[in-house]
T-cell receptor, first 115, second 117 residues
Framework: KNQVEQSPQSLIILEGKNCTLQ??????????LRWYKQDTGRGPVSLTI?????NTKSNGRYTATLDADTKQSSLHITASQLSDSASYIC??????????????FGKGTKLSVKP | GAGVSQSPSNKVTEKGKDVELRCDPI?????LYWYRQSLGQGLEFLIY????????KSGLPSDRFSAERTGGSVSTLTIQRTQQEDSAVYLC???????????????FGPGTRLLVL
């Protein structure tokens, strides 16, 4: 069964600190992995996307890694800011015939950055 | 240009009533998606449109749920005879096209928060 598991479920850090969010998946055949940021009351916004051949991708203070062998990804946030407080969702795509439903969403990690 | 917009932003209804949720995708985007996000749960795929047709309705939870898209643009999601378990945030997303590998970027709207009393 295709699944995406994220940890931790929630995380509280102090402003300026770094943190790492984890994503483990059992999705086959794998196409790509994306991290989304979802602010409270808003829709998700894509941060990074990685295909099978990529093992790291950065977007400003966000760096995502992918280990396709162990089926794990991480999102590292450097020098956190209050505006980083949000839910971070890991989404894995599988190649599926002609039908949609090939996006498997994790439940997200809720990050709170405190001053 | 404008992003994906959804209306209403919030909807409170009584059990048994019908509701209509609207999505205006980004202009020129041919693919449109509806998702449901329940409290503490991940996004749940409902239905996908390519143009005006819906090749994949597999995510609709029951026959009380239906959706249509007209003119390759605006879409409405209709929930008939609402139940309390329908309470959730309903998110719409659009993308320029639909890629089988899921590599296309989906742009999400702010969602409609539905509460069924």
């Amino acid at each position: 069964k295709n699944q995406v598991e994220q940890s931790p479920q929630s995380l509280i850090i102090l402003e300026g600190k770094n943190c790492t969010l984890q994503c483990n998946y059992t999705v086959s055949p794998f196409s790509n992995l994306r991290w989304y940021k979802q602010d409270t009351g808003r829709g998700p916004v894509s941060l990074t996307i990685m295909t099978f051949s990529e093992n790291t991708k950065s977007n400003g203070r966000y760096t995502a890694t992918l280990d396709a062998d162990t089926k794990q990804s991480s999102l590292h946030i450097t020098a956190s800011q209050l505006s980083d407080s949000a839910s971070y969702i890991c989404v894995v795509s599988a190649y599926v015939g002609g039908s949609q439903g090939n996006l498997i969403f994790g439940k997200g990690t809720k990050l709170s950055v405190k001053p | 240009g404008a992003g994906v917009s959804q209306s209403p932003s919030n909807k409170v209804t009584e059990k048994g009533k019908d509701v209509e949720l609207r999505c205006d995708p980004i202009s020129g985007h041919t693919a449109l998606y509806w998702y449901r996000q329940s409290l503490g749960q991940g996004l749940e795929f409902l239905i996908y449109f390519q143009g005006n047709s819906a090749p994949d309705k597999s995510g609709l939870p029951s026959d009380r749920f239906s959706a249509e898209r007209t003119g390759g643009s605006v879409s409405t999601l209709t929930i008939q005879r609402t139940q309390q378990e329908d309470s959730a945030v309903y998110l719409c997303a659009s993308s320029l096209r639909r890629d089988r590998g899921g590599a296309e970027t989906q742009y999400f709207g702010p969602g409609t928060r539905l509460l069924v009393l």
